[in-house]
């Protein structure tokens, strides 16, 4: 992975961070639901780009991806 990659990714994450932050002021059930789907995502970005899971054996990435799905669906069953 190059730094520009790297920092595009950061650069992302400090973004969502920022969008999570203010999502956090609504204090209603979709407020809730959208900082749990950034969770999600910056859960996914750190592990593919971060940890290099996208270089990993394709076991780890669908228990990656089933874990994100499992914990999108009981969020959306929960609120």
Avoid: D, Q
């Amino acid at each position: 992975m190059t730094s520009r990659n790297s920092l595009y990714i950061l650069i992302a994450l400090i973004v969502l961070t920022l969008i999570a932050a203010l999502a956090f002021n609504g204090a209603s059930a979709l407020s809730a639901y959208l900082i749990l789907l950034i969770a999600t995502i910056k859960f996914n970005l750190v592990g593919f780009y971060f940890m290099e899971l996208k270089h990993a054996h394709t076991f780890w990435k669908l228990l990656l991806g089933s874990f994100s799905i499992v914990i999108l669906m009981v969020s959306v069953v929960l609120l």
